[in-house]
């Protein structure tokens, strides 16, 4: 008695399991997509997966590939044995394609060339024609951009170089992070600047000040998971561009002082214009020192 429900159970379930098997016995044809989102970059070309199974021909069949939430309804039509798409939105006109030679074996997939950013969304593959349950079935499609970072130089900072990375072009909005020769991420100098251009591109920007080490290799990384993509750019900074060593600066300072001193003494500048004439005395050296 103890066991019986369990037994229950298992009757049960292998009765649920048989009238699975024969409703959606391998005689119903079903139209398959994908269940994996589609990543395509702009400007690539994709497949949008869909076909038959079991592989029946598709060649005397109806297919219409529309846009689920897209304003753009009409992507491509299927009818007659030939494509046609007079009632195709624009945006899609001449970059839709299907592969007439595989029709025969059910396969009914779209190809959709240079892709654009509002290409992205649900698409939705449909074979009225059909005389089954499992007429249609939707495609996403997601749609990125990525670009390569630019490294500048952007002056000194204390004893090391202030380095700037730069990268427009993304999408979605990616992350920026700045690395030594060893790959160890170092301290940034603040968040990454970030804003979006008039096509939706993100651009981001970044800030790092580094200090002179043996080789003097950064890094800067671009790094985008949703459409798994990074890209990378490196900069060799010249040891010259450091500023120069503590002892280096005094003795900068001594012979810029004694420039001033001499400066003064030849009664070149007035009183006030002396402090002024010190400090500009000061930055030339050490603007001059760095190249
Ligand atoms: C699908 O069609 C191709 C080409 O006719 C054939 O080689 C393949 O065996 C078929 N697959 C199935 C599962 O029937
Ligand atoms: C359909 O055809 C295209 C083009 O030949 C191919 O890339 C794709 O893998 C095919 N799909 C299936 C499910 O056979
Ligand atoms: C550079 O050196 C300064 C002073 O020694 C230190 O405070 C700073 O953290 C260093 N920066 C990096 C990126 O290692």
């Known amino acids: ?16 399991i048989s009238v699975s098997l024969i409703t959606t016995g391998s005689s119903e044809v079903q139209v398959v997509g994908s269940a994996n989102t589609v990543v395509a970059l702009i400007g690539d070309d994709v497949i949008l997966p869909c076909f038959l199974k079991p592989n029946v021909s598709a060649e005397d069949m109806t297919v219409e590939w529309t846009g689920l939430y ?45 892709v654009t950013l509002s290409d992205a969304g649900s698409y939705r593959c449909f074979i009225p024609t059909l005389k089954s349950q499992v007429k249609e079935t939707t495609v996403q499609l997601f749609v ?51 804003h979006r251009d008039s096509e939706g591109l993100y651009a981001v920007r970044r800030h790092v000040t580094v200090n002179q080490t043996d080789i003097n290799r950064f890094t800067c990384r671009v790094n985008q998971l949703e459409i798994n993509h990074m890209k990378e750019t490196e900069i060799n900074v010249p040891d010259d561009v450091f500023p120069k060593s503590q002892t280096g600066l005094i003795v900068g300072l001594i012979a810029a002082v004694a420039v001033a001193v001499l400066a003064a003494s030849a009664g070149v500048y007035k009183r006030r214009k002396h402090t002024d004439g010190e400090f500009n005395l000061i930055s030339d050296w050490s603007l001059m020192s760095h190249h």
């Open 1 to 16: 008695m103890k066991t019986f429900p369990t037994s229950a159970v298992w009757c049960l379930g292998i009765l649920f």
């Open 70 to 114: 897209l304003k753009t309804r009409n992507i491509h039509l299927y009818l007659d044995s030939r494509d046609s798409n007079e009632d195709q939105h624009p945006s899609y006109r001449g970059r839709t394609s299907m592969f007439n030679e595989e029709l025969k074996n059910g396969n009914v997939s779209l190809k959709l060339t240079r």
């Open 144 to 194: 990125g951009a990525v670009s390569q970072p630019v490294i500048s130089i952007d002056g000194t900072k204390g004893w090391g170089v202030v380095l700037k990375c730069e990268s427009g072009g993304w999408f979605p909005e990616p992350e920026m992070e700045w690395l030594d020769s060893s790959g160890t991420i170092l301290p940034a100098d603040g968040p990454p600047e970030r």
